[in-house]
C-alpha cells in the first residue's frame, strides 16, 4: 500500500532558495520524508539518473514533438534525437550547482507528487502546482536557449523509476522508515 518516490529539487531551486517553501509542499501532502540530502552532483550519478534509455528518450523526444505541434510549430529532429539532446542538457544542468534528493513515502505516492509538480513545461502548468507557481518556462524558450526546461523539480513516474532512482541518490541506510503521529488520521 505505503510507495516511495524520488523527489530532485533542481539547482533552479537550489539557486532560488525555495528549498524550505518546495519542502513543506511536499509534507503538507501526508506523505512522509524518510530520506533527505544535499548531493553536488558529478557526471556519474547525472548520467544514471537520466539514464541512456530508448524508452525514457523516446517518451521525453515524443513529449517535445507534440508540445511544438500543439502550437503549429515543426521540429525536423526525430524523437530519439531530441531525446539525446534533452539529455546532455539536463545532466550539464544537474551539474551546474548542488540538488536536494528526497525519498517519500506514503499512499499513492508517485501519482500525488506528480500532480503536486505539474506538467513539464512550466507556462503551461496549473497554478497551485509547484511549477505552475513557482516558474514560466516553455519548451520554446529552454530550446532556444540550448538549456533544459528550468521546472525546478523531478519526481518519480513510475513505481520501477523510483525504485531505481532511489538507490541511484541514497544507501539503504540512509533512508530512515519510521511512524508519524498523524498517520491514524490519514490512513484510519
Ligand atoms: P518531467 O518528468 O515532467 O520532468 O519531464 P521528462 O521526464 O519528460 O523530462 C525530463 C526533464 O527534461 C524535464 O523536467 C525538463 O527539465 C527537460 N526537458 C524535457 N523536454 C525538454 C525539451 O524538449 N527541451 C528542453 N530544453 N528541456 C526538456
Ligand atoms: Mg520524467
Not at 516511495?4 to 532558495?17: N, W, Y
Not at 558529478?42 to 544514471?48: R, V
Request: net charge neutral.
Amino acid at each position: 500500500m505505503k510507495e516511495r518516490t524520488l523527489i530532485l529539487l533542481k539547482p533552479d531551486a537550489v539557486q532560488r532558495a525555495i528549498i524550505g517553501e518546495l519542502l513543506q509542499r511536499f509534507e503538507k501532502t501526508g506523505l512522509k520524508i524518510i530520506g533527505l540530502k544535499m548531493v553536488q552532483a558529478t557526471d556519474a550519478i547525472a548520467g544514471e539518473h537520466y539514464a541512456n534509455d530508448e524508452a525514457w528518450l523516446l517518451s521525453v523526444g515524443e513529449k517535445t514533438k507534440k508540445s511544438y505541434e500543439s502550437k503549429g510549430l515543426k521540429l525536423d529532429k526525430t524523437p530519439h534525437e531530441l531525446g539525446q539532446n534533452v539529455r546532455q542538457m539536463l545532466i550539464a544542468f544537474l551539474k551546474s550547482s548542488p540538488t536536494v534528493a528526497v525519498c517519500l513515502e506514503g499512499h499513492g505516492a508517485i501519482e500525488k507528487i506528480r500532480s503536486v509538480i505539474g506538467s513539464t513545461a512550466p507556462i503551461a502548468a496549473t497554478p497551485g502546482t509547484i511549477r505552475g507557481d513557482y516558474s514560466l518556462d516553455s519548451y520554446q524558450l529552454a530550446d532556444t536557449k540550448r538549456r533544459a526546461i528550468t521546472n525546478l523539480v523531478h519526481a518519480s513516474d513510475s513505481k520501477d523509476n523510483a525504485e531505481r532512482e532511489i538507490k541511484i541518490w541514497f544507501k539503504s541506510d540512509e533512508l530512515c522508515p519510521y511512524e508519524r503521529v498523524d498517520e491514524f488520521l490519514l490512513y484510519g
